[in-house]
């Protein structure tokens, strides 16, 4: 810490004056090689034209952390993103805080009150309640933000990462239609997500290609959750004319189809074909084994992670939105109709 005119001079200031976040001005103090070269030097002519007095070497300095925030952790697929980011932070040296704001304005705030003890790198939300308030916060600290699989956010505000939805969408239903099934009920997701709209669509694509007339009575509302895609399910197959085959909107929702086959007496893939969305990994032990959709969620945690430190090392993105491939996987769950 030096002084100037008085006043102390700190790492805030440096990283308020160079338009970066802390934990890359500590970057710089520190000697670490992971600090874009630009960077390096704006920072290092501020603290020396500021007077900056580096602290001793032999001083222990905090652990640099990435914040991984959700709105809830009530599902699967959170585990696999939070072991994407750890697979990361090991490599790098970096460590994870995983939080859970669980919709609530109050929740964010009490986080955001955390983060600022802490030596944050930056943050990956899992969310879509990125409030324009905690929005201006984030932009003040200069900490870098990558959100996952985004709901309603504008891209240019932090770079995105997600899936290929619609395309993962049309591939099942047109795994379906390849079957011969021309009654094909839909359980949607959460209707305010992007991911859920793209869904959607591509499963209105899909028909649409092979001719087949949308029928409304066949698309049920779901929330990802077993509970909604039982309850789906069971309207579904209680049709005066019910689908053969039925595609959700998360692997969540499709086991919960199983149930309402299972209590309706019927067989699966015998009398109902299922496919699900995401590729969880106990769905391939399930009874029988379920075709879905793989949704990389681990690799785009991974992506997020080396996205964060990038922004932290000074380096920019490259596009503010990335899409991984999906994949159909074709298990034992779908057959021709009956």
Not at 209 to 232: K, Q, S
Not at 270 to 299: I, N
Request: glycine residues 8%.
């Amino acid at each position: 810490m030096g002084t100037e005119n008085g006043r102390n001079v700190t790492i805030a200031m440096i990283a308020r004056l160079a338009g970066v976040s802390v934990p890359t001005v500590s970057r710089v103090i520190n000697g670490r090689s992971d600090v874009a070269p630009d960077t390096r030097e704006r920072v290092e002519a501020l603290l020396n034209r500021h007077g900056y007095r580096r602290r001793s070497p032999a001083r222990r300095t905090d652990a640099a952390l990435i914040d991984l925030v959700f709105n809830d952790l009530d599902s699967p697929w959170a585990v696999e993103i939070i072991r994407g980011v750890e697979d990361v932070g090991q490599t790098s040296g970096v460590g994870t805080v995983v939080s859970a704001i669980h919709w609530r304005i109050s929740s964010a705030k009490q986080w955001l009150d955390n983060m600022r003890t802490r030596s944050t790198e930056g943050i990956i939300f899992v969310t879509s309640m990125v409030n324009p308030p905690l929005q201006a916060e984030l932009r003040r600290l200069h900490l870098p933000v990558v959100i996952i699989d985004p709901a309603g956010v504008d891209p240019q505000e932090s770079p995105t990462i997600g899936a290929t939805n619609w395309a993962g969408s049309l591939s099942a239903n047109q795994y379906l239609i390849s079957l011969g099934h021309r009654r094909i009920g839909f359980i949607a997701g959460p209707p305010h997500l992007m991911c859920s709209r793209a869904r959607m669509d591509g499963y209105r694509a899909a028909l649409g290609a092979a001719g087949i007339p949308v029928d409304d009575a066949l698309i049920r509302p779901g929330n990802f959750y077993h509970e909604a895609g039982f309850t789906a399910g069971t309207q579904l197959l209680a049709l005066p004319d019910p689908p053969t085959a039925i595609c959700a909107s998360s692997d969540q929702m499709a086991l919960g189809v199983y149930e309402a086959v299972r209590k309706r007496g019927l067989r699966v893939p015998d009398d109902v074909s299922v496919v699900g969305f995401d590729d969880l990994p106990e769905v391939r032990w399930c009874s029988p084994p379920l075709t879905t959709v793989r949704q990389p969620l681990a690799e785009m945690g991974m992506l997020a992670a080396r996205t964060v430190l990038r922004l932290a090392g000074g380096e920019r993105t490259e596009s503010p939105r990335v899409e991984l491939a999906t994949e159909l996987i074709v298990r034992d769950s779908a057959g021709p109709p009956r």
